[in-house]
């Protein structure tokens, strides 16, 4: 990989000339001259620099987006050719929506690293359209969300099934109901993630089956705090099984008993379009397909 690229990344993601030479084992005056280089080749500056901070200009903006691109085209390239001769080994990138990634895939890194233990995941966690352009971006080796989308630079393999219930706090008006008509519940407080969330969208289509949408929405980014917020009794949500599953079990959430329920999506595996894959990705692709019911535990709810 062009070494400026690398220099040049590190300085923007550090926002220091120091901080980056000694993330990089090198002398600042080299850091300095290699900055330099970069700009004179792409032909204007990409920092804006004064003696508190170092941060990116248009131009450097639109640089970093690209040396990204470039830098993860060559960590693949590098993992493709390894895997001629070698068993399967080395990072694996994974970006997870935050129902699979936070209550699913740390059961499917756990057996993954039994059976692999050469192959070394690192996660990140964001909602479904976050994990989408990282993927097409090639910053992340694959994803995994919720939903059906179509991407001209991405492949959608849906593998699993997931169910998605209605849930109150356990003193809720409606919980002890044994059937609960949907207009009921347009009069109540929905808490809802954000637009871009697969859970979102779930959420939404289900509202379309409402008569009136519901007036009432509060908008969280996090499932973690949905389920809190839900059982503090500030409203009721839409949720995965898995995101649900302990707390249905010792009580704190119930699901309340809507003939609509469960809405049913899939989890899908999103790869590039490319016509070659790393070995780690074509075995966690295989495990999803094969060997998930082995690799997670069953949900009861």
Same mark, same amino acid.
């Given at each position: 990989?062009?070494?400026?690229?690398?220099?040049?990344?590190? *300085?923007?993601?550090?926002?220091?000339?120091?901080?980056?030479?000694?993330?990089?084992?090198?002398?600042?005056?080299?850091?300095?001259?290699?900055?330099?280089?970069?700009?004179?080749?792409?032909?204007?500056? =990409?920092?804006?620099?004064?003696?508190? @901070?170092?941060?990116?200009?248009?131009?450097?903006?639109?640089? @970093?987006?690209?040396?990204?691109?470039?830098?993860?085209?060559?960590?693949?390239?590098?993992?493709? *050719?390894?895997?001629?001769?070698?068993?399967?080994?080395?990072?694996?990138?994974?970006?997870?929506? @935050?129902?699979?990634?936070?209550?699913?895939?740390?059961?499917?890194?756990?057996?993954?690293?039994?059976? @692999?233990?050469?192959?070394?995941?690192?996660?990140?966690?964001?909602?479904?359209?976050?994990?989408?352009?990282?993927?097409?971006?090639?910053?992340?080796?694959?994803?995994?969300?919720?939903?059906?989308?179509?991407?001209?630079?991405?492949?959608?393999?849906?593998?699993?099934?997931?169910?998605?219930?209605?849930?109150?706090?356990?003193?809720?008006?409606?919980?002890?109901?044994?059937?609960?008509?949907?207009?009921?519940?347009?009069?109540?407080?929905?808490?809802?993630?954000?637009?871009?969330?697969?859970?979102?969208?779930?959420?939404?289509?289900?509202?379309?089956?409402?008569?009136?949408?519901?007036?009432?929405?509060?908008?969280?980014?996090?499932?973690?705090?949905?389920?809190?917020? *839900?059982?503090?009794?500030?409203?009721?949500?839409? =949720?995965?099984?898995?995101?649900?599953?302990?707390?249905?079990?010792?009580?704190?959430?119930?699901?309340?008993?809507?003939?609509?329920?469960?809405?049913?999506?899939?989890?899908?595996?999103?790869?590039?379009?490319?016509?070659?894959?790393?070995?780690?990705?074509?075995?966690?692709?295989?495990?999803?397909?094969?060997?998930?019911?082995?690799?997670?535990?069953?949900?009861?709810?």
């Amino acid at each position: 990989m062009d070494q400026l690229l690398l220099v040049f990344i590190t *300085v923007a993601e550090k926002k220091n000339f120091s901080r980056a030479a000694e993330e990089l084992h090198m002398t600042q005056p080299a850091i300095s001259q290699c900055i330099q280089a970069l700009e004179r080749a792409v032909g204007s500056r =990409l920092l804006d620099r004064t003696n508190k @901070y170092v941060r990116l200009n248009k131009a450097g903006e639109i640089v @970093y987006h690209h040396a990204k691109e470039i830098t993860g085209l060559y960590t693949k390239m590098k993992c493709l *050719v390894d895997d001629l001769t070698n068993k399967a080994s080395g990072e694996l990138s994974i970006g997870a929506s @935050y129902s699979f990634g936070e209550y699913v895939l740390p059961h499917i890194i756990a057996y993954l690293s039994k059976y @692999y233990p050469l192959i070394k995941p690192a996660i990140k966690i964001g909602n479904t359209k976050e994990i989408e352009h990282l993927v097409a971006r090639h910053q992340l080796d694959v994803g995994i969300v919720e939903g059906e989308f179509k991407h001209e630079r991405l492949n959608f393999e849906p593998f699993a099934e997931d169910k998605m219930y209605v849930v109150a706090a356990a003193q809720h008006k409606l919980a002890r109901r044994k059937s609960i008509r949907l207009a009921e519940l347009e009069k109540e407080t929905w808490i809802v993630r954000e637009k871009g969330s697969g859970t979102r969208e779930a959420t939404e289509k289900m509202f379309q089956l409402f008569e009136q949408p519901p007036e009432q929405l509060m908008e969280f980014g996090s499932t973690q705090i949905i389920k809190e917020s *839900v059982e503090a009794g500030l409203g009721i949500s839409l =949720l995965s099984q898995w995101a649900i599953r302990k707390e249905a079990m010792d009580g704190s959430l119930v699901i309340l008993k809507v003939k609509e329920a469960p809405v049913k999506r899939k989890f899908s595996l999103v790869t590039t379009t490319d016509p070659f894959q790393p070995k780690v990705v074509e075995i966690l692709s295989q495990l999803l397909r094969e060997d998930l019911a082995n690799a997670i535990p069953k949900v009861e709810i």
